[in-house]
């Protein structure tokens, strides 16, 4: 029997990861985004899945190959799509900062791969009351993005009216394409959950048979990923870093980001399977609200908001409240539902 109850709770835990994201990339010394992300990707992609896969889910490849090469490529295609737009948040959060480059991305994110699934796969509940109360739990989310995004313009302004105004206008650009990309992975998974169904009629644990629709998408994502970091290495002559002075230091800081990353997915969609038939768009939109506010904690722990207007940080406060009842709302849908 399904517990709504525990998938709100691994959605928790992988929001709890996926706020903190971004805090290694903070704190790396030498590496630039290249550099990281290669351990990151290495680790995230490749190493933990199939450890995992060959640890839980023993029958994880005649699952991928029963669900049919047309699902692969497009688990495939969708995780490049999603490489892409992980390439996109790492300069995104860079120019933009943790807290605003989040409310952009995560905007964009939630929008699209919240409603998408639940209009393609789900579309009769949208007539329901309980299907209504998501719609509206959905909006929420991104309007409080919206919110946290324009207090994160504020203080930007605050900070330099000339410099950071032209480089917020870059950083907008660059985080709406990342939240546009990165909905791919919750795609990805919506849309290839053939696999997962696969791997539980051959014996899996239902609480681990999401993870054969997540290997594919995190195939076309780790191509995505290697390509570029690679390549921008070799153009850029910054692979001389990855042996140069706190190369251990920023090689933790990769592998530990990768770790962190692989927390934020992982459980993410063992969540979805747990919420039932609008799993991937209840879990998905509850994901990032929570996530957004994590963000936010380690925004305010690493001194984003220390020289920020009150006016900003009243706003930023508004958001999170606005992200806060959304989520209540996407609960009280989902038990509406009876998904």
């Known amino acids: ?6 998938g709100f709770l691994l959605v928790l835990l992988a929001a709890i990861a996926g706020g ?3 805090v290694p990339l903070k704190k790396r010394k030498t590496f630039e985004l290249e550099n990281i992300y290669i351990p990151a990707t290495i680790m995230m992609m490749i190493v933990l899945p199939f450890a995992m896969a060959m640890s839980v889910l023993p029958h994880w490849l005649a699952a991928v190959r029963a669900a049919g090469s047309g699902t692969v490529w497009l688990g ?5 799509g999603w490489g892409i737009g992980a390439i996109l948040f790492g300069y995104g959060v860079t120019l933009a900062g943790m807290s605003v480059g989040f409310a952009i991305i995560m905007g964009i994110n939630t929008a699209i791969g919240s409603i998408l699934p639940l209009v393609v796969k789900s579309r009769t509940e949208l007539l329901t009351p309980g299907g209504a109360v998501i ?15 324009r207090a994160g313009a504020l203080r930007e302004r605050a900070a330099d009216a000339a410099g950071q105004a032209r480089r917020f206008k870059l950083a907008v650009v660059v985080c709406a394409l990342s939240g546009l990309l990165s909905s791919c992975a919750n795609l990805g998974f919506a849309f290839t959950s053939q696999m997962g169904d696969e791997a539980l009629r051959l014996g899996a644990s239902p609480a681990f048979s999401t993870l054969a629709s997540w290997m594919p998408v995190f ?9 570029w970091f690679g390549g921008l290495q070799i153009r850029r002559g910054t692979w001389r870093k990855n042996v140069g002075p706190d190369a251990a230091h920023d090689w933790g800081m990769g592998v530990l980001m990768g770790v962190i990353w692989f ?19 209840v879990g998905w939109a509850m994901n990032i609200a929570l996530s957004l506010l994590v963000a936010n904690i380690f925004g305010f722990i690493t001194g984003e908001w220390n020289e920020a207007s ?4 009243r706003r930023l406060y508004a958001g999170l409240a606005i992200l806060l009842g959304s989520i209540v709302l996407l609960a009280a849908g989902s038990s509406m539902t009876g998904a």
């Open 1 to 6: 029997m399904r517990s709504i109850a525990f």
């Open 20 to 22: 903190g994201l971004a």
């Open 76 to 80: 495939a295609a969708y995780g490049f």
């Open 135 to 149: 719609v509206a739990g959905i909006a929420g989310c991104v309007l409080g993005v919206s919110i946290c995004g």
């Open 219 to 227: 195939w076309g994502a780790a191509v995505a990923l290697l390509l």
């Open 263 to 281: 927390v934020a997915t992982i459980p993410y969609g063992m969540g979805a399977y747990y919420l039932g038939r609008l799993g991937t768009s």
């Open 310 to 313: 009150g006016r900003s940080i």
